[in-house]
């Protein structure tokens, strides 16, 4: 698991010293092009659009504000933002959030939070998940503000409902070491899935019991193989779910894997690129989301966007224009509106709206 920890950083740090700058302008004439939605969002990771166009929005937070460079720090810092018509801004907050603070002065501030929220109609407020990268015993060095790190956490009363950097510490289903980085989940009948891009795998939550759905195996690459690094989850069509992974921040490495009840996970299409988010559109289709398309002598290329048929595993581009930087989720509307967190690894993240 160590590995995964390894890349996933490296990307991120690759990151810090453009993402202040690039992207940040939306040319009013470009085709394709971004609109704005809501600006100044702390770490935006993914959107979830509810039936009638509400639009949530997972923030990490920006951990301990005044927290020493080169330290960890955990603050209550992560949030909901939700655009709902003319009305938008933080509906939860106080959420954990913790970040490690660069040593480069003006470098932009990374954490780890929540990274994807549901509506809970049952409980009132929101379900979430909360990201965390490390174990049970390094999230206890952070003190009482990141208890709740690593988690699923229901927003109406704070009650968490299963901990999964402690089920990958106790556990390790992969084999490889105890590390956890929960990064994304959903719905399954009154159950969850969820996945870990750390532990490579999807654990099945029903109550208080959590238990391997299944395991995530590497990909063999022509540089040897890497690890999976499971990005998102997305529920199909007769309880099929739809994953994507990373795919060890390798050129073509990343799949997006199709699991059905009663099987184990099979590749549905291969070749993609740092895959960081996945949902579907009005047609079933779905429609993938690059944190990069690579990394060049200035820093990470801008990200892509695709559309993939569920069925044949075949894969097209939408067109994005360049625009895409370091993006970190996308949802798309009722009527087909694709929505994108840019600039997602900093605390003046966007949502935006891709028009083509």
Same mark, same amino acid.
Request: proline content about 8%.
């Given at each position: 698991?160590?590995?995964?920890? @390894?890349?996933?950083?490296?990307?991120?740090?690759? !990151?810090?010293?453009?993402?202040?700058?690039?992207?940040?302008?939306? #040319? !009013?004439?470009?085709?394709?092009?971004?609109?704005?939605?809501?600006?100044?969002?702390?770490?935006?990771?993914?959107? &979830?659009? %509810?039936?009638?166009? &509400?639009? =949530?929005?997972? *923030?990490?937070? *920006?951990?301990? #504000?005044?927290?020493?460079?080169? %330290?960890?720090?955990? !603050?209550?810092t992560g949030a909901v933002y939700r655009?709902?018509?003319?009305?938008?801004?933080?509906?939860?907050?106080?959420?954990?959030?913790?970040?490690?603070?660069?040593? &480069?002065?003006?470098?932009?501030?990374?954490?780890?939070?929540?990274?994807?929220?549901?509506?809970?109609?049952?409980?009132?407020?929101?379900?979430v998940i909360n990201g965390y990268d490390?174990?049970?015993?390094?999230?206890?060095?952070?003190?009482?503000?990141?208890?709740?790190?690593? @988690?699923? *956490?229901?927003?109406?009363?704070?009650?968490?409902?299963?901990?999964?950097?402690?089920? *990958?510490?106790?556990?390790?289903?992969?084999?490889?070491?105890?590390?956890?980085?929960?990064?994304?989940?959903?719905?399954?009948?009154?159950?969850? =899935?969820?996945?870990?891009?750390?532990?490579?795998?999807?654990?099945?939550?029903?109550?208080?019991?959590?238990?391997?759905?299944? =395991?995530?195996?590497?990909?063999?690459?022509?540089?040897? #193989?890497? %690890?999976?690094?499971? @990005?998102?989850?997305?529920?199909?069509?007769?309880?099929?779910?739809?994953?994507?992974?990373?795919?060890?921040?390798?050129?073509?490495?990343?799949?997006?894997?199709?699991?059905?009840?009663?099987?184990?996970?099979?590749?549905?299409?291969?070749?993609?690129?740092?895959?960081?988010?996945? &949902?579907?559109?009005?047609?079933?289709?779905?429609?993938?989301?690059?944190?990069?398309?690579?990394?060049?002598?200035?820093?990470?290329?801008?990200?892509? =966007?695709?559309?993939?048929?569920?069925?044949? $595993?075949?894969?097209?581009?939408?067109?994005?224009?360049?625009?895409?930087?370091?993006?970190?989720?996308?949802?798309? $509307? #009722?009527?087909?509106?694709?929505?994108?967190?840019?600039?997602?690894?900093? @605390?003046?993240?966007?949502?935006?709206?891709?028009?083509?």
């Open positions: 698991m160590s590995g995964s920890r @390894t890349l996933w950083r490296a990307a991120l740090l690759a !990151a810090v010293a453009v993402v202040g700058v690039a992207g940040t302008s939306i #040319p !009013a004439s470009a085709t394709p092009s971004l609109q704005v939605i809501a600006d100044h969002l702390k770490n935006p990771r993914k959107i &979830t659009v %509810q039936w009638n166009g &509400t639009i =949530l929005v997972a *923030e990490a937070g *920006e951990g301990l #504000p005044g927290c020493a460079a080169g %330290q960890t720090c955990a !603050a209550p655009v709902q018509g003319t009305s938008q801004g933080r509906v939860v907050t106080g959420l954990p959030s913790a970040a490690t603070i660069s040593t &480069t002065p003006g470098s932009p501030v990374q954490a780890m939070g929540p990274v994807q929220v549901f509506p809970d109609y049952y409980n009132g407020g929101y379900t490390g174990t049970t015993g390094t999230r206890a060095a952070l003190g009482a503000d990141g208890a709740k790190l690593g @988690t699923i *956490e229901r927003t109406s009363d704070g009650s968490v409902v299963a901990d999964l950097t402690a089920y *990958e510490t106790q556990f390790s289903p992969d084999g490889r070491g105890p590390e956890s980085n929960p990064y994304g989940f959903a719905p399954s009948g009154s159950d969850w =899935l969820a996945i870990d891009a750390a532990g490579n795998d999807v654990v099945k939550v029903s109550g208080s019991t959590l238990s391997t759905r299944a =395991l995530l195996p590497d990909n063999q690459t022509a540089n040897g #193989p890497v %690890q999976s690094v499971p @990005t998102a989850i997305v529920p199909g069509q007769n309880g099929t779910y739809y994953i994507a992974d990373m795919g060890g921040m390798q050129p073509g490495a990343s799949r997006i894997w199709k699991l059905t009840p009663g099987q184990q996970p099979q590749v549905l299409a291969s070749g993609l690129t740092n895959l960081i988010d996945l &949902t579907t559109d009005n047609s079933g289709n779905l429609v993938a989301l690059s944190l990069t398309t690579g990394f060049g002598a200035n820093g990470p290329l801008p990200g892509a =966007l695709f559309r993939v048929d569920p069925c044949s $595993g075949a894969v097209n581009e939408i067109p994005s224009g360049g625009l895409l930087n370091m993006p970190t989720g996308v949802a798309v $509307g #009722p009527q087909g509106q694709i929505y994108i967190s840019n600039n997602g690894s900093t @605390t003046d993240g966007q949502l935006v709206r891709l028009r083509s």
